[in-house]
Nanobody, 125 residues
Framework: QVQLIQSGGGLVQAGGSLRLSCAAS????????MGWFRQAPGKEREFVAA????????YFEDSVKGRFTISRENAKNTVYLQMNKLKPDDTAVYYC??????????????????WGQGTQVTVSS
């Protein structure tokens, strides 16, 4: 069992940056792959980024490639989503998620077992 607590987010102008954090607690959090998803008003939740437990592999949704980075500090049991060059289309509630490795479905929300509480990111034009 893993608990995920998110922090960060807020309001930023287009072109700005934000960093989201997701702190994991519980049993062996460093053995979990982590993902970030987002849900905009009226839309389904979508994949944003994922990172394996070792940090050796990362994955990104096409629209955020080159703008977002995902990283983790296993010593702190924390995963980060650094968001640069933000656009109004990035406005959404962002969720972190965790799944014990190995897992074949890092790009699919159904592949995750644990979820953070969500945090609002609003990008103004």
């Amino acid at each position: 069992q893993v608990q995920l607590i998110q922090s960060g987010g807020g309001l930023v102008q287009a072109g700005g940056s934000l960093r989201l954090s997701c702190a994991a607690s519980g049993r062996n959090p460093s053995r979990y792959a982590m993902g970030w998803f987002r849900q905009a008003p009226g839309k389904e939740r979508e994949f944003v980024a994922a990172i394996t437990s070792s940090g050796g592999s990362t994955y990104f949704e096409d629209s955020v490639k080159g703008r977002f980075t995902i990283s983790r500090e296993n010593a702190k049991n924390t995963v980060y989503l650094q968001m640069n060059k933000l656009k109004p289309d990035d406005t959404a509630v962002y969720y972190c998620a965790a799944v014990y490795e190995p897992s074949p479905g890092l790009l699919d929300e159904l592949g995750y077992d644990y979820w953070g509480q969500g945090t609002q990111v609003t990008v103004s034009s």
